[in-house]
């Protein structure tokens, strides 16, 4: 195996999971080539990578797409749609079905990272990629997720979500720009913030993801066609998806059964990590 190749399965593995996970794969992928001294593969693999996040989160969640469209449309021909209460944490199909303004609100949700990315994204990929900066973020906003889940009230699955929680959530996704932050990390912390049980909090994120995974990597698919389809490309692009969809699963099924402490404590461990690497490099 050629050390491109392996680089591309260990970045697309990188992709996967810090997409889903609240642990940042903005950062991850910046301190991977910082750690082992890689060369930044280029715009085309990071289009792929965002391919195969795409493929992950469609696979896992288009039965509940399907359902989030036909809700709306039932909705707006005025057709009645079956309600159905339930005390559970846990998330159903059934109850996403039940809100029928869901689609709305992942479109709403949505546009304040949409507007960020396209005016702020070329002072992100430069001024916030320094090192320290990252260790900041990930120990700052992995502590306000563990608090802000371990004082939210957890009482809301999806088919409650209100136009002003979708707010909230969509203004949380669009500080993630900056490196360490999470995109999933931040949505999850503003879904438990406006009451949604952890479930619901990490499948509303998911949701969130995948208009902009889908924008990103409309956007950048000149590059992929300009570089061409390699082999590690499609690796990339096939690692990157196996390890999201794998993420997006046993997310759900931790969650329901755990708190995100495990997280919190695990950027943090990175950050202190990364000031110990960035000391000694600056000693030596």
Same mark, same amino acid.
């Given at each position: 195996?050629?050390?491109?190749? #392996? @680089?591309?399965?260990?970045?697309?593995?990188?992709? !996967?999971?810090?997409?889903?996970?609240?642990?940042?794969?903005?950062?991850?992928?910046?301190?991977? =080539?910082?750690?082992?001294?890689?060369?930044? =593969?280029?715009?085309?693999?990071?289009?792929?990578?965002?391919?195969? &996040? +795409?493929?992950? %989160?469609?696979? #896992?969640?288009?039965?509940?797409?399907?359902?989030?469209?036909?809700?709306?449309? #039932?909705?707006?021909?005025?057709?009645?749609?079956?309600?159905?209460?339930?005390?559970?944490?846990?998330?159903?199909?059934?109850?996403?079905?039940?809100?029928? $303004?869901?689609?709305?609100?992942?479109?709403?949700? &949505?546009?304040?990272? %949409?507007?960020?990315?396209?005016?702020?994204? /070329?002072? *992100?990929? &430069?001024?916030?990629?320094?090192?320290?900066?990252? *260790?900041?973020?990930?120990? %700052?906003?992995?502590?306000?997720?563990?608090?802000?889940?371990?004082?939210?009230?957890?009482? $809301?699955?999806?088919?409650?979500?209100?136009?002003?929680?979708?707010?909230?959530? !969509?203004?949380? @996704?669009?500080?993630?720009?900056?490196?360490?932050?999470?995109?999933? !990390? *931040?949505?999850? /912390?503003?879904? +438990?913030? /406006? !009451?949604?049980?952890? &479930?619901? *909090?990490?499948?509303?994120?998911?949701?969130?993801? /995948? =208009?902009?995974? #889908?924008?990103?990597?409309?956007?950048?698919? =000149?590059?992929?066609? @300009?570089?061409?389809?390699?082999?590690?490309?499609?690796?990339?692009?096939?690692?990157?998806?196996?390890?999201?969809?794998?993420?997006?699963?046993?997310?759900?099924?931790?969650?329901?059964?755990?708190?995100?402490?495990?997280?919190?404590?695990?950027?943090?461990?990175?950050?202190?990590?990364?000031?110990?690497?960035?000391?000694?490099?600056?000693?030596?």
């Amino acid at each position: 195996m050629s050390s491109e190749i #392996f @680089q591309s399965m260990v970045l697309g593995m990188i992709q !996967g999971l810090g997409e889903f996970l609240p642990i940042s794969s903005t950062a991850h992928l910046i301190l991977a =080539p910082y750690f082992f001294g890689w060369k930044d =593969p280029g715009l085309a693999f990071d289009v792929a990578l965002h391919i195969g &996040t +795409l493929i992950a %989160v469609v696979a #896992f969640l288009w039965k509940d797409w399907k359902r989030i469209i036909f809700s709306f449309q #039932f909705s707006v021909f005025n057709k009645k749609i079956k309600s159905k209460n339930s005390n559970s944490p846990q998330l159903t199909h059934q109850e996403i079905n039940n809100n029928p $303004k869901l689609l709305a609100y992942i479109i709403i949700a &949505t546009l304040p990272g %949409v507007l960020v990315g396209y005016f702020l994204e /070329t002072k *992100a990929e &430069t001024i916030f990629r320094n090192p320290l900066v990252v *260790a900041l973020t990930l120990s %700052v906003f992995g502590l306000i997720l563990y608090l802000v889940d371990k004082y939210s009230s957890h009482r $809301k699955n999806l088919e409650k979500v209100s136009l002003k929680d979708s707010i909230i959530v !969509g203004l949380s @996704q669009a500080v993630a720009i900056i490196p360490g932050v999470s995109r999933s !990390g *931040a949505t999850i /912390t503003a879904g +438990l913030l /406006t !009451g949604l049980n952890r &479930t619901s *909090a990490a499948r509303f994120s998911f949701l969130l993801s /995948t =208009p902009i995974i #889908f924008g990103a990597a409309v956007l950048k698919i =000149p590059y992929l066609i @300009q570089e061409g389809i390699s082999v590690p490309i499609v690796m990339g692009i096939i690692i990157s998806a196996v390890s999201g969809y794998l993420a997006i699963k046993y997310l759900l099924k931790l969650v329901a059964k755990a708190s995100y402490a495990a997280f919190f404590w695990y950027r943090l461990a990175l950050a202190i990590i990364i000031l110990i690497f960035y000391l000694a490099k600056q000693g030596a």
